[in-house]
């Protein structure tokens, strides 16, 4: 009977390491959140002007006839921000190799909700903006923020089922799939090949180092940086940089799990029958056995994996927070509300309230009556409508969108108040009728 009640289901084996990540992803919407109200705060305190004069502050790094001469907030936005879509390719391979984006059964109806969340959200603020000088922010509601939408499905109740965590989890990495290549071939203004062919040069050479087996990361490390300041150079963005970088980082073990099993049986036999020295200290052999157990969990492990996980934490925590902060900040007076009676702010808050909730919820509806895929398990039509209203929180990744599609304040500024008020609206409305289907 014991055997029995402790056999691992299919979906055990999927959802229990997404809810060790989801976990995660909850704590760091927490501050990712402290983070926004900390910068709205800021920004409308007597001390305002300072909040603009910190990010403005020049810092410069120069090496040969070449030089790095930017704003902190463009250090932020072009440089932290690369981390964070490296961090976006790992888990983009991640899934790809293992996950659930690693079949075309498993990835269509995720893939195709998110299409759908991208391409309803962007006609309804083209439409809205057709022939204005604003149009170009298109991209802007398209986006859906895996941080803040995970954090506030963990909030909808306890008995949401895993299966529904795992799809939003998969349409979320998909959705930013869409954005990375958004930004790369829409907003882009001016590119120089030069630069272009050496990042490809490095990529390659990152690439081969893959199949030769490298497995030190600060190999990876150092070219990856030569990639970035490449991009940064030709003209497109620098955060792709970290995408593609990403996926050159190798996804196999050195070892296989049968051979890491045994040899780790060998080691404790032989820890257990070298004679310990009288008190605490160990003897040289067992050190040295400790040593070899050490080395070879490494070689047991994936680069992927291990850089992944050590990074989540920084870029969830840190650089993401600082990325809210700076650039979150916008002035909130009385007349807030009919700052949002313009074509860039009514563009973006329908489009990530009503036309995320449409395109997702609408796309998935034709998956699967047309017959090409099928719900998840324990995943029913109202948990769908529930995830596609949380997908209208777009912050992170529209107020970066925002920063690429604008160079004028008054635009950006517009954006921004729509992302805040349709993130608000589609996270509460998300929450409570989560909650209320679960009661």
């Not at 940086?225 to 003209?235: D, E, N, Q």
Request: hydrophobic fraction near 55%; include cysteine; charged fraction near 10%.
């Amino acid at each position: 009977m014991k055997a029995i009640q402790m056999a691992k289901t299919p979906i055990d084996i999927v959802v229990r390491p997404v809810s060790k990540f989801i976990h995660q992803e909850y704590t760091s919407g927490i501050v990712l959140f402290l983070s926004v109200i900390a910068a709205l705060i800021w920004a409308n305190s007597p001390a305002s002007d300072s909040y603009h004069h910190v990010w403005q502050t020049r810092l410069a790094v120069s090496f040969d006839n070449r030089s790095f001469d930017h704003e902190l907030h463009v250090w932020i936005n072009d440089g932290l921000m690369a981390m964070f879509f490296f961090v976006i390719g790992l888990e983009l391979k991640r899934e790809f190799m293992a996950g659930e984006l690693s079949t075309l059964k498993k990835a269509s109806l995720p893939m195709v909700a998110a299409l759908g969340g991208m391409l309803v959200p962007a006609g309804i603020y083209a439409a809205l903006n057709l022939g204005l000088s604003s149009q170009s922010g298109w991209g802007i509601p398209m986006a859906t923020d895996i941080a803040f939408a995970l954090g506030l499905l963990s909030l909808s109740g306890k008995h949401i089922p895993g299966s529904v965590k795992v799809f939003l989890s998969a349409l979320a990495v998909a959705d930013d799939l869409g954005a990375v290549l958004v930004i790369a071939f829409f907003y882009t203004a001016h590119i120089e090949y030069a630069y272009l062919l050496f990042a490809g040069g490095f990529l390659v050479l990152l690439a081969g180092g893959n199949l030769l087996g490298v497995r030190h990361t600060l190999f990876y490390l150092l070219i990856g940086i030569a990639v970035w300041a490449c991009f940064l150079f030709s003209g497109v963005h620098a955060t792709i940089a970290g995408v593609l970088v990403a996926f050159t980082i190798p996804a196999r073990t050195k070892i296989d799990e049968k051979e890491y099993i045994e040899q780790i049986r060998g080691h404790a036999q032989q820890f257990e029958k070298a004679i310990p020295l009288h008190g605490p200290l160990m003897t040289a052999d067992q050190h040295h056995i400790i040593e070899e157990v050490k080395s070879l969990s490494l070689d047991a492990q994936t680069p992927l994996q291990k850089i992944e996980h050590s990074l989540h934490p920084w870029v969830a925590f840190a650089i993401m927070p600082l990325f809210a902060l700076a650039n979150s900040g916008m002035h909130i007076g009385g007349n807030f509300f009919s700052s949002l009676l313009n074509p860039v702010s009514l563009g973006v808050m329908i489009g990530l309230v009503v036309g995320k909730l449409c395109g997702v919820f609408g796309f998935t509806w034709l998956m699967v009556k047309t017959g090409l895929a099928e719900l998840p398990q324990r995943v029913n039509w109202r948990h769908i409508f529930g995830i596609s209203m949380l997908a209208g929180v777009g912050f992170t990744m529209s107020l970066f969108v925002t920063n690429l599609a604008f160079a004028d304040a008054t635009h950006i500024d517009q954006a921004k108040y729509g992302i805040l008020l349709a993130s608000l609206i589609s996270g509460v409305a998300g929450i409570v009728y989560l909650r209320l289907q679960a009661k």
